[in-house]
């Protein structure tokens, strides 16, 4: 016994469709309506010799005769009639493909993805993703983690958007800034420096540091904003943790003395600012600003739905404004 697997039976399919020309379809929907070659002819603007070939060519493509002709014009057979109750359904569904219904975010059941890191999704992606569900509740979101650089995960489809403080030149890449950030050190509510005023870094640098790991495949390496500002003054932090969790660095934090950096616009989060006070947040100077992209690859530029999407987000942050955040700490 021969298996046929669905495989097999999908290539069998192919090659009896690739027989198929669509034209055909569409005079015989004609021939259907007006049941006379020639007057199929004139609506379709060929000649009644062309006409007469292309009924030829169904007859073998349907084995069968689908038309009888009596003295006034033609009658389908059984299997004519059978095709004229089919068509007009097919013929809307090959539309439909071909040209796309308008865009309306209400019936839109898309799939996005999205790779963010853990602790900036606290304020740039999970306010969002309450917003846009409520202009597209069928629509699903993926949040995964970030990558240490985004345009492979991005040119391969891994994930549709990345949220990056990297961008790239590649014009096959567009980058959108969503905020210019500083970085923040931030403690449990009841950590022994929010009782002084004044604080430096160099006290905070006396306690240990958790940190947020990013995906890593290429090894490349990646340090966080603070590193680069630590390693300019000539010092450097103690981490005794690093995980891609962040629920699991956010509860070392709660229930030690333990620090946590981050971007200052998680002050702009009421969930984020029940629980943890910022120590020491590091001015406004260029050097120590960072911009947070909006990246995406031009394999979704003539998707509406992505293209949507996207200036969805853009313009929420747009609206939030980002850039005017306060950075006093007392």
């Known amino acids: 016994?021969?298996?046929?697997?669905?495989?097999?039976?999908?290539?069998?399919?192919?090659?009896?469709?690739?027989?198929?020309?669509?034209?055909?379809?569409?005079?015989?929907?004609?021939?259907?309506?007006?049941?006379?070659?020639?007057?199929?002819?004139?609506?379709?603007?060929?000649?009644?010799?062309?006409?007469?070939?292309?009924?030829?060519?169904?007859?073998?493509?349907?084995?069968?005769?689908?038309?009888?002709?009596?003295?006034?014009?033609?009658?389908p057979t059984v299997k004519g009639e059978l095709l004229a109750n089919k068509l007009p359904l097919l013929i809307k569904d090959i539309k439909l493909l071909i040209e796309d219904e308008p865009f309306e975010a209400k019936r839109c059941q898309q799939e996005f993805s999205i790779s963010v890191p853990a602790i900036t999704s606290q304020a740039l992606v999970l306010p969002f993703i309450k917003y846009i569900t409520e202009q597209a509740p069928n629509i699903q979101i993926s949040e995964l983690s970030a990558d240490r650089e985004p345009f492979t995960g991005l040119e391969n489809g891994d994930y549709d958007f990345s949220i990056h403080i990297l961008k790239s030149p590649d014009p096959h890449f567009n980058s959108h800034r969503?905020?210019?950030?500083?970085?923040?050190?931030?403690?449990?509510?009841?950590?022994?420096?929010?009782q002084k005023k004044n604080r430096t870094i160099e006290q905070c640098l006396a306690y240990d540091f958790v940190?947020?790991?990013?995906?890593?495949?290429?090894?490349?390496?990646?340090?966080?904003p603070i590193d680069q500002?630590?390693?300019?003054?000539?010092?450097?932090?103690?981490?005794?943790?690093?995980?891609?969790?962040?629920?699991?660095?956010?509860?070392?934090?709660?229930?030690?003395?333990?620090?946590?950096?981050?971007?200052?616009?998680l002050m702009n989060c009421e969930d984020w600012t029940e629980h943890f006070s910022p120590v020491y947040i590091f001015n406004q100077q260029p050097e120590h600003v960072t911009d947070v992209y909006l990246i995406t690859h031009q394999r979704i530029a003539l998707s509406e739905e992505h293209q949507w999407f996207k200036n969805e987000f853009l313009n929420y942050h747009k609206m939030l404004s980002f850039d005017d955040n306060q950075n006093d700490v007392p």
Do not use: C, W
Not at 211 to 224: F, Q, T
């Open 211 to 224: 940190d947020l790991a990013m995906n890593n495949e290429k090894n490349i390496p990646h340090n966080m």
């Open 1 to 75: 016994m021969n298996n046929i697997t669905p495989r097999h039976i999908m290539n069998k399919t192919e090659q009896q469709l690739s027989r198929i020309d669509l034209n055909l379809l569409v005079a015989l929907s004609v021939l259907l309506k007006e049941r006379s070659v020639t007057k199929a002819a004139e609506a379709l603007y060929i000649t009644q010799p062309a006409m007469s070939r292309t009924l030829q060519r169904l007859r073998e493509l349907f084995d069968d005769p689908l038309f009888i002709r009596i003295s006034h014009g033609l009658v």
């Open 178 to 194: 969503i905020a210019s950030v500083s970085t923040a050190i931030f403690a449990a509510k009841n950590h022994p420096l929010l």
């Open 229 to 265: 500002i630590l390693r300019d003054k000539k010092l450097q932090r103690s981490i005794v943790l690093r995980s891609g969790q962040l629920s699991t660095l956010t509860d070392m934090v709660k229930k030690s003395d333990r620090l946590l950096a981050g971007p200052n616009i």
